[in-house]
């Protein structure tokens, strides 16, 4: 993909007392481990350092983007519910696995797995009572994305999340309809968990240096929703696409980021070495260009049908690697 000109990273707006940085909030360079805390979308109400650019980037946002977000907003009302009686059994979680990841798809979603819930997969100070999480991917137009950083791709970026959304609302329905309880995830502002480490867990993909998940299929061009359950599912195993081959050479998103945000080298986050962007200079821009995006789109992996030969070539570099 070609970078569509850009704007420079200079703005019009900034903080008069500038606020905590979201780095040291996020945790880098922090040996111990913690859990990750809010810093900027927030959809719980408290009160963030970052608040006053997400509210202003709330209020610029084009009437495109808007729409999506309110109707995203009136969708999930649905998001939990009552059970219906009386329960389903289920003998045989296997089967039952296959058969929710059937409906996930005859839903419209382009990628479903499973994976029992973890404490590094919560925000600071929330619970999830729940004990499986089924996670959701749903493509973006990649003739819309095309148009990152521009409004045109934050219209597509903000309808994708709509329908992904939707699927997680009309799955969790269909679980709680077998007498079993399911809770909708599918607000892009941050909430209780975290989609991306479910995900990986959950097979979709891994993270790569623009600290987005990378999946074999889509790249990074897609966007992410979950239903919490208690219906007995068996989980998935995290998958090896060899990312992090490609990324550890790679170098597409760290020059094509208009405030050089993204690390070259993985960095100590919450005493875990990993890929990170620098939070202070992405926000800002995220902001100006009504949510970017040019990273996940630059990335090869995002480009049509070059995911799954991408996947063949690092495996058999990897393993001609091993073997001399």
């Known amino acids: 993909m070609k970078v569509q000109d850009p704007p420079p990273p200079t703005y019009a707006f900034d903080y008069k007392n500038p606020p905590r940085s979201g780095n040291e909030i996020n945790g880098l360079n922090q040996e111990e481990k913690t859990r990750a805390r809010h810093v900027f979308h927030n959809a719980t109400g408290e009160s963030l350092p970052w608040n006053a650019l997400d509210e202003f980037f709330s209020q610029i946002n084009v009437w495109g983007v808007v729409k999506h977000m309110l109707a995203n907003i009136w969708q999930l009302r649905r998001q939990d519910g009552p059970l219906r009686e009386p329960q389903i059994k289920v003998e045989d979680p296997v089967a039952m696995t296959a058969e929710i990841k059937a409906r996930a798809r005859d839903l419209g979603i382009g990628l479903v797995g499973v994976t029992a819930m973890f404490d ?35 219209v597509e970026v903000m309808r994708a999340y709509k329908d992904v959304s939707r699927i997680a609302v009309e799955l969790s329905e269909q679980i709680r309809a077998m007498g079993w309880p399911a809770k909708a995830y599918g607000n892009p502002n941050s909430t209780d968990i975290l989609h991306i480490p479910l995900a990986v867990r959950a097979g ?121």
Not at 129 to 153: F, V, W
Not at 244 to 258: G, H, N, T, Y
Not at 271 to 281: A, I, L, M
């Open 120 to 154: 590094e997969a919560l925000y600071e100070g929330y619970e999830v009572s729940h004990r499986y999480a089924i996670c959701l991917g749903l493509p973006m137009d990649r003739k819309e994305m095309l148009q990152a950083p521009h409004e045109r791709a934050a």
């Open 204 to 324: 979709l993909g891994e993270l790569g240096k623009h600290g987005s998940l990378i999946s074999r299929e889509y790249g990074s061009n897609f966007r992410l929703a979950t239903v919490v359950t208690d219906l007995p599912l068996v989980s998935n195993e995290p998958v090896d696409l060899a990312v992090d081959d490609l990324c550890k050479s790679c170098r597409r998103c760290v020059v094509d980021c208009p405030p050089g945000a993204i690390f070259n080298e993985k960095q100590l986050v919450r005493g875990e070495k990993k890929w990170y962007v620098d939070f202070d200079k992405c926000i800002p821009y995220f902001v100006k260009t009504y949510g970017c995006a040019i990273c996940i789109e630059v990335c090869p992996w995002s480009e049509p049908g070059r995911g799954p030969n991408l996947f063949k070539k690092l495996m058999a570099r990897r393993e001609k690697q091993h073997s001399e």
